[in-house]
């Protein structure tokens, strides 16, 4: 439960060396604001944002939402919505694999650069696909989880999410964790 996760992460953030990363006032801030108006312990829900994006909200552009694109998402999704021969041909393209492989999955996925071009070569390929196929913003949520947060569909989530920055990203988060049943 978030809770116990919030009393787990107040124990050690204020010990020196213990890796735990300082936050911006900003994302502090908005955290807090969301996790006091969901009736969660802003403590619990920084640990979230830590564990998931390390308290990066945006890519080296300072627009998009920090994103990890999920190669075996991809192919599932164009599976599913456009057909084998679109996946094989996404798997060619090097955006798509049929099953997940750390080893491959994220090899050009080290930098911001690098996630950017990927991302954009994937929207040129599919973009609803694409959207659908990365986890976004602070707490890492899936582009697929678009029409359970209300959204038509994941393009206009990550917009969502990209116009309304670091409070959407957290909202987002929250979102999910309640749609789990975590609160």
Request: aromatic share 8%; hydrophobic share 40%; proline share 3%.
């Amino acid at each position: 439960r978030l809770s116990e996760i919030g009393a787990c992460h107040r124990s050690h953030s204020g010990n020196p060396g213990s890796g735990l990363m300082a936050f911006t006032p900003a994302i502090v801030s908005a955290v807090a604001k969301v996790a006091k108006a969901n009736g969660i312990e802003p403590a619990a829900l920084m640990a979230v944002v830590e564990v998931e994006s390390s308290g990066q909200p945006y890519e080296q552009d300072g627009i998009t939402p920090r994103f990890l694109y999920e190669r075996h998402v991809m192919y599932r999704e164009l599976k599913n919505r456009r057909g084998v021969a679109r996946a094989a041909a996404a798997v060619r393209a090097g955006l798509a694999r049929a099953s997940w492989d750390r080893s491959t999955q994220y090899k050009d996925q080290a930098s911001s650069d690098g996630r950017l071009a990927l991302m954009k070569r994937a929207k040129e390929f599919d973009e609803e696909c694409a959207c659908r196929s990365a986890s976004w913003g602070l707490g890492q949520t899936m582009g697929f989880h678009a029409e359970t947060q209300g959204f038509k569909n994941a393009i206009e989530f990550v917009q969502w999410m990209t116009d309304g920055g670091v409070p959407a990203q957290i909202q987002a988060m929250v979102k999910e964790i309640k749609k789990s049943g975590l609160v």
